[in-house]
């Protein structure tokens, strides 16, 4: 365990897994009600833009395939501002045993588009990649390596997936510069604490979807495996799915909303010494 200074609120890393397990299990209705709705909107939005295409597919009109285009801006805009800000701060309000107002928000609409576009930042860049194919492979694979470098800092060293949307919310007065100064300043002395964090949540499944994707792998190689081990495989990878979607998901936000209420204690704490 490591040793702890007399500011340091942090626990250690393996009670965020337990907190996590605990928070799950004791409000595993609601928890799995949000994710339900989450898979539910992600469902439609897929609908939503992938029934438009295969109807203009067979028609070559202009207008249609760019209002097709805003709509699929549109659905993204809306799935990162529901998964990137509401969805954190939905979990933060069951950690803190307290109603989420959603009336709240109607006033901070800026705030927080800007706020759930700094949280995707990572995944706009992977996604624009797809539209860099004339580049050629050394440099795509230079792109990819410098975006996952910026995603390690982004999402584990200055937490801005994690932490800006509750900083957000909980101080709304300030810009969302300010709170994104705010993370990096939380950060500093954690950044390898949220990352064994998830780490120790994710590591089971990622082991075993790594086994699943071996597996079916050498079938394929091998290519005469009888068809009962294909389905077997198969449908290992949909109850892998699932179990990371309704169990896993859910841990990692209720271990993030009680790693940022002890960041939170921290700071607090050492600005009332510095203040002394």
């Not at 006033?107 to 050629?136: D, Q």
């Amino acid at each position: 365990m490591r040793s702890k200074t007399k500011l340091n609120c942090i626990k250690a890393n393996s009670e965020y897994q337990s907190l996590a397990w605990n928070e799950f299990r004791s409000q595993f209705k609601k928890s799995t009600t949000l994710v339900s709705i989450v898979v539910f909107v992600f469902i439609a939005s897929v609908a939503i833009i992938l029934f438009p295409c295969l109807a203009l597919n067979a028609q070559s009109n202009t207008m249609w395939v760019d209002l097709w285009k805003f709509s699929i801006l549109v659905v993204m805009l809306f799935w990162a501002i529901l998964t990137n800000y509401y969805v954190p701060l939905w979990f933060l309000s069951l950690v803190r045993k307290r109603t989420i107002n959603l009336s709240e928000y109607k006033n901070n609409l800026g705030k927080i588009v800007v706020t759930s576009f700094l949280v995707s930042v990572p995944g706009f860049l992977l996604n624009g990649m797809g539209h860099l194919k004339s580049w050629g492979v050394n440099t795509l694979g230079l792109c990819f390596v410098g975006i996952v470098v910026l995603t390690l800092i982004w999402v584990w060293g200055y937490a801005v997936s994690f932490i800006l949307p509750y900083l957000v919310h909980d101080d709304p007065d300030k810009s969302v510069w300010q709170k994104l100064h705010d993370s990096i300043k939380m950060m500093e002395g954690h950044k390898w604490d949220l990352f064994i964090i998830d780490l120790r949540i994710c590591l089971w499944p990622l082991l075993s979807f790594f086994v699943l994707s071996l597996a079916l792998v050498m079938v394929k190689v091998l290519g005469s495996v009888d068809r009962f081990w294909v389905i077997l495989i198969l449908l290992s990878f949909i109850l892998l799915l699932l179990v990371f979607v309704f169990v896993i998901y859910p841990m990692l936000l209720f271990a993030h909303a009680h790693f940022y209420e002890d960041l939170c204690s921290e700071l607090h704490l050492k600005e009332k010494v510095l203040e002394e």
